[in-house]
Structures are given as C-alpha cells and as structure tokens.
C-alpha cells in the first residue's frame, strides 16, 4: 500500500490513497484530484507541486494541464487515452515519455 496524502477541505484534512487518484488537472492556481468514488478534490497548488507529492513510477504527465494514474488508464491513442471512460488529452512532447513509463508486451 502506498503512502497516503491529505488534503485541506474546509478546514480539516481529508486522507486520499494514491490508488484511488484517476487523474489531475490544473485550474488556475488551483488542481483538482479526481478520485474513483467521484469526488473531486480543489486544492491550492500548482500541478507541478502536486506532481512531487504522488508515486512517480504511478503518475505520468501527459498534457501541460493533465496527469493520469497508470492504474486506471483503460486505452492510449496517439493524441488522447481513456481513463475511467473520460478522454484526456496527451501533448506531443508528453506522448513518447508516456510510452516510455509503461510496462509494455509487443
């Protein structure tokens, strides 16, 4: 099991499994963790930051705005892939570093 983090939410702190984060994107100033039991978490922090809180080997940016767990990615496309039946967007320059991240059989 991998180690928890926590989130403010008014005013307490909110414990969020990493295995249960499909992806994140940025808002702003602000992301947003959208977990599997659809809840959405808005947090004060840019991507980036949020980024170097999460299990690389788990969390692979895809988009200068997205970041997709590896645990729920279902299907990759050349210019988007399929996590929890929602497309998501992935850059140009993300797509090759994608690839290079999983575990691939050919």
Not at 29 to 35: Q, S
Not at 41 to 54: D, E, I, N, P
Request: proline content about 6%; charged content about 20%; overall charge positive.
């Amino acid at each position: 099991m991998l180690k928890p983090l926590f989130v403010w939410q008014n005013k307490e702190l909110k414990k969020v499994n990493p295995e249960d984060v499909i992806w994140l994107v940025t808002e702003r100033n602000y992301t947003r963790i959208c977990l599997t039991n659809n809840i959405f978490y808005l947090v004060r922090s840019s991507l980036s930051a949020t980024l170097q809180k999460l299990p690389p080997n788990i969390f692979i940016k895809i988009h200068h705005s997205f970041v997709a767990s590896v645990y729920h990615i279902s299907s990759i496309h050349k210019d988007y892939l399929i996590a929890w039946d929602e497309p998501l967007p992935i850059g140009k320059q993300y797509y090759a570093s994608l690839l290079a991240k999983l575990n691939i059989l050919e």
